[in-house]
Nanobody, 114 residues
Framework: VQLQASGGGLVQAGGSLRLACAAS????????MGWYRQAPGKQCELVAS???????NYANSVKGRFTITRDNAKSTMYLQMNSLKPEDTAIYYC?????????WGQGTLVTVSS
């Protein structure tokens, strides 16, 4: 499975961005998909995840601001990010777990200016 992340960019604090993660194959059989991020000098962290049953989970730091969704028909996962803060600045990576194998996208940079 190849994952292609897109949608990053520069936005002012309080603004919004929508990230997309397009998969090279059907995602209907992929139980776990998630967005991770890595900020400069910090560890990589799981931001949000979604299962094939559309059960979602969020890091406390983004709850109420970010929404993860998946569109199986388009083989794409999304991360809607609202009320962005400077501390959300990071490279965002999409991830999937399929049949015990983990796949990573190439990352997309999100920069939030104050």
């Amino acid at each position: 499975v190849q994952l292609q992340a897109s949608g990053g960019g520069l936005v002012q604090a309080g603004g919004s961005l929508r990230l997309a993660c397009a998969a090279s194959t059907s995602i209907s059989s992929i139980n776990f998909m998630g967005w991770y991020r890595q900020a400069p000098g910090k560890q990589c962290e799981l931001v949000a995840s979604i299962t094939s049953s559309r059960i979602t989970n969020y890091a406390n730091s983004v709850k109420g601001r970010f929404t993860i969704t998946r569109d199986n028909a388009k083989s794409t996962m999304y991360l809607q990010m609202n009320s962005l803060k400077p501390e959300d600045t990071a490279i965002y990576y999409c991830n999937s777990l399929r049949f015990g194998i983990t796949y990573w996208g190439q990352g997309t940079l999100v920069t939030v200016s104050s």
